[in-house]
């Protein structure tokens, strides 16, 4: 049974440049949603995309963002990037409809901005 | 603004005791409650949740106890063991939101010595 794969595990960046995460989700999930954590910080929520719809997003600026593809697989993209953006993307899906079930989670991609 | 707060950075047990981290939230929304483990390099682990309306969840060595009218909840590991050592986190689901959005904490390492 596949658990969540992200894709890179790190990647450098410049200030400006821009970035695109991968993520699968759980086999027999639908659900995908993307957070950051920064280095001492606890995961943020970015969005949720379901239907392959951006369907709740958090605090975050315009510069990011993402897609759902027909086989649930997702992508974050950033544009911009901003010397701030160098943090921990974690990936975590879930099945809709199925109540109080845990999100689960990636290994993440270790982004780092020079 | 933090709605949800680990206030112990970090907890250190002997092997064999019980080790107690603590969560505190602001928002009286949240109507289910997780335990995520985090390993280095490695993405968050559920570990337990719980729901609003009982106030306490077993899973072998873990309990998860919730005091809705403290607005807090604590996880205990009896007996802790050397393996249990990670950062924790306490996440919260706000119950307008059906669409699993989760508010982390910062995180509480716990080191287990033998």
Known sequence: DAGVTQSPTHLIKTRGQQVT????????????????????QGPQFIFQYYEEEERQRGNFPDRFSGHQFPNYSSELNVNALLLGDSALYLCASSLEG?????????DGTRLSIL | DQQVKQNSPSLSVQEGRISILNCDYTN???DYFLWYKKYPAEGPTFLISISSIK???EDGR????????????????????????????CAARDRGSTLGRLY???GTQLTVWP
Do not use: E
Request: proline share 6%.
């Open chain 1, 21 to 40: 995460l991968r993520c699968s989700p759980k086999s027999g999930h639908d659900t995908v949603s993307w957070y950051q954590q920064a280095l001492g």
């Open chain 1, 98 to 106: 199925t109540g109080n079930q845990p999100q689960h989670f990636g």
């Open chain 2, 28 to 30: 009286s929304m949240f």
């Open chain 2, 55 to 57: 106030d306490k969840n």
């Open chain 2, 62 to 89: 873990f309990t998860v106890f919730l005091n809705k009218s403290a607005k807090h909840l604590s996880l205990h590991i009896v007996p802790s063991q050397p393996g249990d050592s990670a950062v924790y986190f």
């Open chain 2, 104 to 106: 982390f904490g910062r």
